[in-house]
């Protein structure tokens, strides 16, 4: 009788061990994907910034700066809700205006234009570099959180259900292409 | 910034990850960072002063070869010392999935990891019954890199998530400016990796040299890399064997001259390759580069653009195409002249500014590494005790 009573008292507390350390690893993945979150939004914001300000310095012509200050300013402006579209629109409009390897050229040729080019360039490598190390950490919480143990258990307490973020990333080619 | 870089094998035995990662712990301190890496190596060995010895490696035989890995109590230790003396930014583990130090200090850190992939195995058993064994370990991974975009495939498609590709560095400049030996120039072929592995694909090119032989007799086949070279050169015909110079090991200058020297530089490996620095070596010395049509080799030379494919382990194709390309100097100038402005996406200038702005993305705003206390010390803090 005392032996089982011992079993089951042991049985509970690996149980409880293992439930414990699963948890802890569900709130480690969830920190990992606020770091990541606010990573890619500090690279939404840096290209949005870097876009806008070119936009106003009068080096692009005025369709081009027009085009590119409204994308610019509307995804600095966009709700949470409408982010994916508002980013995914300057996405657009930079690949259309940086379509040409000359208008790259161009804004290299003013004055301060070299610095911009340069963190324009970085910018738009670094925001899908951030999206997929976002998205990554989203894809290792929700297999997780999917499982048996973690549902029947609550494991994740009231933490909202990760979202990937998605959005089109694609580069201006004449930016995104290597030294050469 | 402090970088701490973690590598799997043994520092003493050359190789093509603990090269890539020598080269990027110099590029790193070049501009200015701090960087310590830790390695596995014999106590004997003299090591540079940013290695940090995790001491000797144990050969076991793991994924078809045997390899030098160190795993176990005093390695766990060792690794978590390292760790918390670094106080480091960010920790760059490299092959996190063998079982060695990549993953035990996946295992023991917590904070900003990042990883880089190189190998692209197949699925094997051994990966899926570790899956779950490997998964929470692998989920601290904030970044992943891949070597290349055939190695991020593989890699999505065994465990899921995304990586970014940033390709192998090369310092393209020391091969570009190598000095070229009179002695190794003239109708030469070169090979370079090690004759006794067959997976490099000596005996393919071996199969291919009669028949390049019989149409343009007076080539030479250069052969750097250590190994059997009775063996190497057994399936051939005896009078033909003189047309095979076997160099030995050389030296990375030697290495840099004998590609600047040779006519063709040829890769007739036939898998197991993720990436193939040898090409984008080849490539930045200048030479026209015949290579097997693996799809890490195609991408590196841009689909064919940047140096010629041939069917893989096809000798008579290998041959076929060897001839045309000895017959053809304007060709073999037209590869050389596309090949040198390819391989500049490989430079270390290009390739250690993106790995830097992958460090530069975990970092922003993170806490720095510390050894994770819930590995094994946290079930007392937990309990209270």
């Known amino acids: ?180 | 910034m402090r970088i701490g870089i973690v590598c799997p094998y043994s520092w003493d035995v050359p190789g093509g990850v603990q090269f890539h990662i020598r080269d990027l712990a110099e590029h790193l301190i070049r501009l200015g960072h701090e960087v310590s890496v830790l390695a596995p190596a014999d106590d004997e060995t003299p090591l540079p002063p940013y290695v940090v010895s995790a001491g000797r490696a144990v050969p076991v035989p793991y994924n078809g070869s045997v390899a030098r890995l160190n795993f176990g109590f005093l390695s766990a230790a060792r690794v978590r010392r390292w760790l918390h003396e670094g106080t480091f930014d960010v920790v760059h583990i490299h092959e996190p999935t063998s079982p060695s130090l990549g993953l035990l200090t996946c295992w023991a850190a917590t904070g900003p990891l990042v990883a880089t992939f190189h190998t692209s195995n197949p699925r094997s058993r051994a990966m899926i019954a570790a899956y779950p064994i490997l998964q929470p370990a692998l989920e601290k991974i904030s970044a992943r890199i891949a070597v290349s975009e055939y190695a991020r495939r593989t890699l999505v498609e065994h465990l899921g998530g995304d990586a970014v590709v940033i390709p192998n560095g090369v310092d393209v400049d020391f091969f570009a400016r190598a000095e070229p030996k009179k002695e190794w120039s003239g109708g030469t072929l070169g090979f370079i990796g090690r004759i006794d592995e067959p997976r490099k694909g000596l005996p393919v090119l071996m199969r291919a040299l009669p028949k390049i032989l019989a149409e343009r007799p007076d080539t030479r086949l250069l052969v750097a890399g250590r190994g059997d070279e009775e063996e190497a050169v057994a399936s051939l015909p005896r009078e033909m064997r003189s047309r095979v110079e076997f160099l030995g090991m050389v030296s990375d200058e030697d290495k840099a001259r004998l590609l600047r020297s040779v006519d063709v530089y040829v890769a007739p490996n036939t898998g197991g390759e993720s990436f193939g620095i040898i090409l984008v070596e080849a490539l930045s010395a200048g030479a026209p580069v015949l290579a097997s049509d693996l799809d890490a080799f195609a991408q590196v030379l841009d689909q064919g653009g940047a140096g010629e494919l041939f069917a893989n382990e096809d000798a008579d194709d290998l041959a076929a195409r060897a001839i045309s390309l000895l017959g053809d100097e304007a060709r073999r100038a037209e590869l050389s002249e596309r090949g040198s402005a390819h391989v500049r996406r490989f430079d270390w200038s290009t390739v250690g500014a993106d790995i830097l702005a992958v460090y530069e993305t975990v970092t922003d705003g993170a806490a720095s590494v510390a050894t994770d206390e819930r590995a094994n010390g946290g079930l007392r803090a937990r309990l209270g005790l």
């Open chain 1, 1 to 180: 009788m005392t032996e089982t009573l011992i079993w089951t008292v042991v049985a509970l507390i690996l149980v409880g061990v293992y439930l414990s350390w699963t948890a802890g690893r569900l709130d480690r993945l969830h920190t990992r994907i606020d770091a990541a979150r606010a990573a890619l939004d500090a690279q939404l914001l840096r290209r949005a910034s870097v876009a806008q300000e070119l936009a106003t310095s009068g080096v692009l012509d005025p369709a081009a700066s027009i085009v590119l200050y409204e994308a610019a300013h509307a995804a600095r402006q966009a709700e949470e809700d409408h982010r994916e579209v508002a980013e995914s629109e300057l996405s657009q409009a930079l690949r259309a205006v940086f379509g040409e390897a000359e208008q790259v050229e161009a804004v290299r040729e003013a004055p301060g234009g070299e610095e911009a080019a340069g963190e324009l360039a970085a910018a738009v490598r670094r925001v899908p570099m951030a999206r997929r190390f976002h998205n990554d950490a989203v894809r290792a919480a929700r297999a997780l959180r999917r499982h048996r143990k973690v549902r029947w258990f609550r494991l994740a307490g009231h933490a909202p259900f990760p979202m990937a973020f998605e959005m089109d990333d694609e580069p201006p080619v004449a930016l995104a292409d290597r030294p050469s």
